[in-house]
């Protein structure tokens, strides 16, 4: 008896021996939600890490696009997620504002994702057709004071940062303006081109060739200073309006996954965000959409959602901004 114990036990020993080990992550395809419509800052930022995680994680990374309710559609479907590593989200600092606006989010931005790494900043532009009259900022301003709701301006979606923009220069100035809300910004800027819309605020790398081509002129950039590839385009700063002589503001965007991803699975993530963001080849291609590449820690991240929720958050709440 003691003899077929033995016989049974080593057999055993030996079956657990030959058992494959656990897969490392990655070992299958990772999907990245972009929830908004292809064309606009998040589209493309999501498709240019994508292309380059394919090469530092070994494995097909594909970009999904779910466009709804100012990208909470697509949101929710990342927080509802396995918390794997392998279904993750490019977002931008709307992250924190759209669940203000809606009031029925279905899910906590603070509990329900896991940030990850920082991926670029971009300034906004405000942006006009060609043949428009409207020259400067001031004229900008100026139309919309003098006749308030008159003008039209396309943005991105209800809470989205390029809707936050026109929020923050009306409520700086007194200024109203009819804002018309797209699923994205490639929706918003072909109605632009088409001369639908009168003007529109994008972000800057996702308009970026419709202004190079002369389909759409650039008025004023929201950065801090003029940008090189636009040198002749002043800065929301140097406007001549004097309620906006301090102005500033960037979208940024971020990848998250679900909350409680495995700490090995967010090491591993974050430490291949941080060689494509440090990359020449991936930090040059943003540089020429305008973009500002840079890797930051999970922590710096969410230090960065918790400055816009002190920030913006209480502007929209003020405004009483809600979804159409």
Known sequence: MRFIKAIAGALGVALLAIQPAAAEFPDKPIRIMAPYAPGGNIDVTARIIAEKLREVLGVTVLVDNKAGASGMIGSDVIARSAPDGYNLLVSANSLVDIPVIY???PYGWKTAFQ???????????????PDSPIKTLADFVRIGRDTPGKLAIADSGVGTTNHIVIELLSDATGAKYTVVHYKGSGAASIDVIAGQVPAQVDQLNSAIGHIKAGKLRAIAVSSDQRVPELPDVPTIKESGVKELADFTYSTYTGLYGPAKMPPEVLDKLHGAMVKVLTDPATVKRFADLTAEASPST????????DKEDRTVVPLLKKLGIKPE
């Open 298 to 305: 999970p922590q710096e991240l969410a230090a960065m959602l």
């Open 115 to 129: 940030p990850i790494s920082h991926i670029q900043a971009v300034p906004a532009v405000l942006v006009v057709t």
């Open 103 to 105: 009031g029925n989010a």
